[in-house]
């Protein structure tokens, strides 16, 4: 196949002395010369947190130290690396994939001395060293085609018997393939087969990540380049440039640094630098490749680079669309949406500064139907930026909300479409609270040792909060109490409808303390209810229903085995939260969102001072476990799973812990209303079933 190479000299005869970028005189500069480590947004912390750790001081923020992508594929023999356009998936294949092929064949420019780095891992400046460690595998590596049968690809490497020996496969476009959830169960398969292969795949973030990944991947998501990776890059090119002004993703910094851009990151002010430079003929075959089909089959370089498809095309392609009329642009737009996704937020720009209305565009958008949801994130961000199409806006909202209640496109979509609609005014009621009749509830699972034995319980009639407590309404208490809360989500406007995290168990309580108040005075409760925190038994109950327990079945919130798509959880592999409400489809039987994944939520019930093993064993009793005064060093009950716990975890029954002085950003609540009255609410006793 002409998009496989193998092995050492094939790899570096093909691709050592590749162009990977351009500069402004024309000459170029190679992998080795131009690459730049990526980070993943995968932390130390995310990794103790895996287990609930214990804190040795929780009450200090603790700056990210972020993870490289070479150490998540050292880490993981299966490994998958989302990553949207210019964020050097291509890029860290190639490095890869020449350094693992120089050391094999001596190379003076690769091999093995190259993958050993240090690299900044958080703006604070905190350095690590990564390095590849162990053999070096052969690297085999795939350029996927558009519409290309990859297990084919598979099949092909098997009858060589590549797949026998110490074998790096590497697969760079995942998204090109012609189904590639079949292709990655296939890689999944090749690896319990072969003990000493293994994939790294590389995929587009927007069409890939949210999308069920396989047990045998690791999914892990690249990030920008921080502040101080800026500053040790821009030494690297001898480039003396402020680096606030240089952008974080990594094409466009490498295009700015190779110009000596000195202005700010706007793609399309660093393109025309770049562009200024360029002869006119050259300058008007870009422009004519960047409307073409046919690409690849430029014999000119540069105009079949990678380079010129992230960083050139979308700003050339953006300013020949800005000369249209506008029926012939939503046309375009929509016979290729996903061509020309990265294209369209550049040409409402161009159209903004020169002072030319966008409303017809935004409704045009708004209006378009593809299964990407194109046309409504990017007419909802052409309202976001827009200066008098406030008449949009409820057009803009019920595309959005329609978007998230359908699920027809991946979780990471939908919840860009509430992070949009947090800023054009989330309509949904977040606050609503659903009643849960008293009665005999299991509780108790033997998936696991601490939630054994199953047993019944007996609950009074509460109500319970649909979604997790929201950035916004937490947001409120804070501000008018004055409450410090060391949250990045505080001040994010998009991030208003996601769950507040970053939360003690102290704060959860005072927050209820506070809307006890506030909703008896606004009569939206009676006088002698109380908001507080469910105990872990009502929490569960909430979650599963009347399910029965089955020996050896997990149990979700939406009565049957799990499914990819209904939570949150670690097989997606975004290692963050989302918005409340995003997996209609996961909702429990009593109508409760959220409740699988996406975020640990606090109870008041006592666990005990050891992480491992509780103190307050089941079943559930009256023994003081539900002592509001505890000492801090006495762990509460956690329950649901976050977006880094897998499903075993994020599920009805598991219990996890912390201490209640301890937060992260996987740690939230959600309340309950009750009668005051009872000294143990909810509970009327358990029985063992």
Known sequence: MSNLYVGGRDLISRFGDQPLVWKADGTSLTVHQAYIPLLVSYTQEDMEAKGLRRLEDPTA??????????EMVVKERGCLLFGDTGSGKTSFSLDLALNLAGASV???????????????????????????????????????????????VLSTLADKGLLETNTLLIFD???????????????????????????????????????????????????????????????????RVEPDIMPARPDLFVAAAVVGW????????????????????????????????????????????????????????????????????LARIAHAPIRWRSMIP???????????????????????????????????????????????????????????????????????????????????TLDALISVPAGRSVIGSDTHPNSQPVHVVTLSAYRISQYPVTVAAYGAFARETGRAWCSPDAVSTERANAPATDLTWYDACAYCVWLTRR??????????????????????????????????????????PWMPGRSNSGELGLNSSVAVGLCPNGRSPYGVDDMAGNIWEWTTTLWGPDMALPDFLYPYRDDGREALDADVSIRRVLRGGCFSSNRMKACCTYRGSLEPNGFWRGNGFRVVVSSSKSLLPGFGGADSV
């Not at 923020?61 to 070479?70: D, E, G, I, N």
């Not at 090109?176 to 587009?204: N, P, W």
């Not at 008896?520 to 209810?529: L, M, Q």
Request: charged share 20%; hydrophobic share 45%; aromatic share 6%.
């Open 346 to 428: 550049l040409l409402t720009d161009i159209l903004h500064k020169r002072g030319e209305q966008t409303t017809e565009l935004a409704r045009g958008l708004l209006e378009l139907s593809d299964p990407w949801a194109v046309g409504a994130l990017s007419g909802a961000a052409l309202c976001l930026a827009s200066v008098g199409n406030d008449d949009l806006i409820p057009s803009a909202r019920r595309a959005l909300v329609t978007m998230i209640e359908g699920g027809g496109v991946t979780l990471v979509l939908r919840d860009q479409a509430a992070r949009y609609l947090a800023m054009l005014g989330d309509p949904r």
């Open 173 to 239: 476009g995942l998204e090109k393939c012609s189904d590639y959830e079949t292709f990655l169960q296939a890689a999944a398969g090749l690896l319990s087969m072969h003990s000493t292969l293994r994939v790294v795949v590389l995929a587009d973030g927007y069409l890939c990540r949210g999308l069920s990944v396989p047990d045998a991947f690791a999914p892990f998501s690249l990030i920008g380049l921080n502040r101080q990776q800026k500053i040790d890059a821009l030494l690297r090119h001898g480039c």
């Open 519 to 560: 909703w008896r005075a606004e009569g939206h409760i009676a006088p002698d209810d109380v908001v507080r925190l469910p105990t872990e038994v009502e929490w569960e109950r909430a979650a599963r229903g009347d399910q029965a327990d089955v020996s050896g079945d997990v149990l979700y919130p939406w009565m049957g």
């Open 262 to 329: 000195t202005g700010d990151d706007d793609p399309i002010t660093i393109v025309d630098a770049w562009l200024s430079a360029q002869s006119t003929e050259r300058r008007v075959a870009l422009a004519a490749a960047a409307l073409s089909d046919g690409l690849s089959a430029n014999p000119d370089k540069l105009i079949a680079s990678d380079f010129a498809r992230t960083a050139l095309f979308p700003v050339l392609a953006a300013r020949a669309f800005s000369m249209l009329p506008e029926h012939d642009v």
């Open 61 to 70: 923020p603790r700056p990210p130290v972020h993870f490289t992508a070479l």
């Open 106 to 152: 001596m190379d003076s420019r690769y091999g093995l001395a190259a993958l050993t780095r240090t690299v900044a891992r958080n703006a604070e400046g905190i350095r690590q060293q990564e390095k590849w460690i162990g053999p070096a595998p052969m690297p085999v590596l795939c350029r996927v085609e558009n519409g290309q049968n990859c297990e084919e």
